[in-house]
């Protein structure tokens, strides 16, 4: 069965299913395109973020070691997005040092002579020098750090 144009219905069809087919490519290219520039668009500016960054313990006082203490923090961060994802990249194999030397840790009053505390308000400037520069830590969650030492036997 012809048309009046000459051309079967069948053809037709095939015709514009293709040429809808190469239309639905072309569209999803530059929407992927449109998606990766508005990404890094966004990148490029200050946003706010939080990210869960490991915590190492070091000058650990004499005749004791490190019983219980927390791995991870969550620091609150100020930046571009760009050094944001550079940090969350990186996280994850540089920890942020709490040296136990330089900080003033207190005892918890209980019974227990080996329990200690430590308010992270106070480790925030030095976090900032620990992290990127392009990086501004705003605060560290949870706001005191409870660790206990246990004792090590004499050499």
């Not at 079967?8 to 449109?34: A, C, N």
């Not at 040296?99 to 009053?109: A, G, T, W």
Request: proline share 5%; with cysteine.
């Amino acid at each position: 069965m012809e048309k009046t144009d000459g051309i079967r219905p069948e053809k037709h069809i095939k015709k514009m299913s293709g040429t809808l087919r190469s239309d639905i490519m072309i569209f999803s290219v530059f929407f992927f395109l449109s998606f990766i520039f508005w990404y890094l668009n966004s990148l490029g500016k200050a946003i706010q973020s939080d990210i869960k960054y490991p915590v190492k313990f070091i000058n650990v006082p004499k005749d004791r070691e490190l019983a219980l203490a927390p791995t991870r923090l969550n620091l609150f961060l100020q930046g571009t997005g760009f050094s944001m994802l550079r940090l969350k990249i990186s996280g994850n194999s540089d920890p942020a040092i709490i040296d136990l030397s330089k900080v003033p840790y207190k005892s918890v009053r209980n019974n227990k002579s080996t329990d200690f505390y430590l308010i992270t308000s106070g480790l925030v400037q030095n976090f900032n020098v620990q992290l990127k520069p392009e990086c501004r830590i705003t605060s560290v969650k949870p706001d005191t750090l409870f660790f206990s030492f246990k004792e090590t036997a004499g050499e």
